[in-house]
């Protein structure tokens, strides 16, 4: 490295949006450069345990997404979310950033996606430092060639879809979310003095770069992408120690291991982990269980074939694996997809409409399209895709996708080239 950069990066308090922001700021951190991170508190010891200063959200500048569980499916449960998970805080997430920048010379600033108070900043009359995002999940992007964020449809190709696509839009944005649009542009008003001149879902197409941690084989193709936008695919962190294994990992050895896990925001095991254990009881595989912190007790007495864990690290997991059973979050969907694993997944809250169906949609594994599956469908599923071959081979299709990708080195080489061209422009600062 040549030349020492200060990085200002912002993550919302969500464990699957730390975890992809944090990789990224630990590597550019690891480069020698400077790197600050805002985030909630409960994220203060492992930003600190990165070597990473740790600024604080202001109270009204976060929601914590671990004490409050998003609302059930549909787009009116999606309008409350955006409007209370992520337009709420925008306006003390954009007095923090300010207040970061100007503490100090900021050559770039890192954010995921959900953070809004990042637009404000971007789309606000302060000339700012160029403003790099992070999908953290899947692209939301308006587009010709997709029905809305959330809907949960897949695309399809002519005409008639593209008068589909045109009219769910139309209805989406000056219907079903004209509040939370209403909301954002007022914010983005008030306190930045800048007009968001689009939908509130499209801000980001205005930063520096758009970098989606995903591979195009797992994204919707769409003729009208912005310029702005690179897939990078996922972001990993370090390598996991070998000795960070439970007891019982000598027991996966040469047999068939299905890993079900039910995340760590909407982990009620009731709803996947304990319809799965039930439905593989008898067959002659290991059923692998995460928990994310929820008490395994709720499962009462467990099969002699099911082995349970709070948490067990994917790096060293996933080659054991054969399938995955999934609510479909981002990160741990991309975890298995980078070993080539094929899946199975079930779930509708959160971002889980697009994730489950992009899975359909790319082949890589069986949709339930359900939040609390039976465990029959779960036993089908499993069933299925130990049986199908095509699973299989489209997941290792896009574990060598993922290979190939740019991937975290390639991520920190542009935001480096994007902080470096700023900071030796004659303007010291961009403003739109």
């Excluded at 591979?215 to 996922?234: C, I, K």
């Excluded at 120690?241 to 000598?250: D, E, F, L, M």
């Excluded at 036993?379 to 991937?407: H, K, Y």
Aim: proline share 7%.
């Amino acid at each position: 490295m040549t030349e020492r950069l200060s990085v200002l990066v912002a993550a919302h308090v969500a464990d699957g949006h730390m975890a992809p922001t944090l990789a990224i700021a630990r590597h550019l951190a690891d480069q020698g450069h400077r790197v600050r991170f805002l985030t909630g508190e409960r994220f203060a010891p492992v930003v600190r345990a990165a070597g990473i200063e740790y600024l604080p959200w202001p109270a009204d500048g976060q929601v914590d997404h671990q004490a409050l569980r998003a609302d059930a499916g549909g787009m009116a449960a999606m309008a409350a979310n955006v409007e209370r998970l992520f337009i709420a805080p925008a306006a003390g997430q954009y007095r923090a950033l300010v207040e970061a920048i100007d503490a100090e010379q900021t050559d770039v600033v890192v954010t995921e996606y959900t953070v809004v108070g990042a637009a404000c900043l971007t789309w606000g009359a302060m000339p700012h430092p160029p403003v790099v995002v992070c999908g953290i999940l899947p692209l939301g992007l308006s587009s010709r060639d997709t029905a809305p964020w959330g809907m949960g449809i897949l695309p399809r190709t002519g005409e008639v879809a593209r008068l589909r696509n045109r009219a769910l839009n139309w209805l989406t944005q000056h219907v079903v979310l004209r509040r939370p649009q209403r909301l954002a542009v007022e914010t983005i008003r008030e306190v930045a003095g800048g007009e968001l001149t689009g939908f509130c879902f499209d801000w980001a197409t205005r930063s520096a770069l758009y970098a989606q941690l995903t591979v195009p084989g797992f994204e919707y193709p769409r003729s009208d992408l912005s310029p702005t936008v690179r897939f990078v695919g996922p972001l990993f962190g370090p390598p996991t120690r070998a000795t960070a294994v439970p007891s019982w990992w000598g027991d996966l050895e040469g047999r068939t291991v299905v890993l079900v896990s039910q995340g760590t925001v909407a982990n009620e095991l009731s709803e996947l982990v304990e319809p799965t254990v039930r439905a593989l009881a008898d067959r002659d595989l290991i059923v692998v269980a995460t928990t994310g912190g929820a008490d395994v007790g709720t499962l009462g007495p467990l099969p002699a074939n099911v082995r349970v864990a709070d948490f067990v690290p994917y790096d060293l997991l996933m080659p054991q694996v054969d399938v995955f059973v999934s609510n479909g979050g981002y990160g741990g969907l991309h975890y298995a997809l980078a070993h080539g694993v094929p899946l199975v997944v079930s779930g509708v809250t959160e971002d889980k409409a697009e994730t489950t169906r992009r899975v359909e949609w790319s082949g890589t594994g069986v949709n339930l399209g359900v939040q609390r599956p039976t465990s029959a469908a779960v036993g089908d599923a499993v069933d299925r895709v130990l049986s199908t071959p095509s699973f299989r081979i489209r997941a290792e299709e896009l574990q060598t996708e993922i290979a190939a990708s740019p991937g975290i080195d390639g991520l920190a080489e542009m935001i480096s080239e994007i902080a470096r061209t700023h900071r030796h422009r004659p303007e010291s600062v961009v403003g739109e």
